[in-house]
């Protein structure tokens, strides 16, 4: 599915609306970004109890199936954008009919289908996992057949924080892997003994300028993101791939705005090398460190994008940024961290902290000669 060319005519003014397809908290952050540069933002989701609606100057609450509903919100907006990766691409090709969608269609199609993206870097000539696609038991017989175990079975589509995976083993039987993912069509991926994972977050301007932040280390925790640290401990010659790679994918897909690549970081000999996992086609929870540990946040720097601006520096502000999700009963620590003078937090408006369920996350900035976050001086 191809775009038409970006209009890098679309010029977005102060007092404007810009419309955020979707309503979690990365549209809430958006909508503050937007709204402390003076634009209007209005926010459309089928969900009335959205967090993004709670700081919008407007919001719609409709099915992403209701044709003239997106199209009454997309001819109210200069320009709009999505803020997750699952928005119908019949509902962003409704709204692209009306009004400048940035980021594109295509880069929504592609993000969906782990298939699709995975087919679409690789032919790029960018490393990924091997990798084949299963539709069946019998295709995922011959898969294993060609890629070996250790492997991991994903969905296709729908999945995220660690949902929609299982890992065949020596031993596990394919078909209790295949049950587990729902039967649906997948991906199987094998194995990629890797040191770290890493991501890269970077922004694309209409006209190709793109700009990127700190390669970050992540740690996960039952598939869900606990903390990402910058910088990351790697070499100057593996960060400038990282922004490599980003630039030929943002370059690939005609992109326009923020956009995440995770990558796995190997180790092999002495050398260093990055492999491509996944890619987001929108602001990204690695990228929240930006919020207070940069120049100009991600949030910021979307906007910017999208609305046709000059994008902002990326430079990092302390000699450490530690951010930390907030994951179910997490948040019910709130008050001790607005108490700690070295913590901003950033909560998200959701009611009920269930498990699993990011409901904010707490940054840490520091100085040069500072101790490491979690440590204290003797």
Known sequence: MADLPTDVSVRVSPGDVLGILGGGQLGRMIAVAAARLGLKVHVFNDDPHSPAFDVAARATTAS???????AEFARGCAVVTYEFENVPVPAAETVAAHAPLRPGVRALATAQDRLLEKRFVAELGIATAPFRAVDDAASLARALAEIGRPAVLKTRRFGYDGKGQAVIRDGDDPATAFAAIGGTPAILEGFVPFAA????????????????????????????????????????????????????????LDYVGVFAVELFLVREGGEERLVVNEMAPRVHNSGHWTDFGAATSQFEQHVRAVCGWPLGPTRRLGAR??????????????????ADPGARLTLYGKGEARPGRKMG???????????????SET
């Open 64 to 70: 992403f199936a209701d044709t003239e509903a997106l």
């Open 197 to 252: 994972e890493v991501s890269v977050v970077a922004a694309r301007a209409a006209d190709g300028t793109i700009a990127a932040f700190d390669l970050c280390a992540n740690r996960h925790e039952g598939g869900i993101l606990a903390r990402t640290s910058v910088p990351a401990a790697v070499s100057p010659a593996t960060e400038a791939s990282a922004r490599d790679i980003a630039g030929r994918i943002g370059a690939a």
């Open 321 to 338: 940024v530690t951010m930390d999700n907030l994951i179910g009963a997490d948040v019910e620590g709130w008050r001790a961290l607005v």
């Open 361 to 375: 996350h707490v940054t840490r900035v520091e100085a040069a000669g500072e101790p490491p976050a979690g440590t």
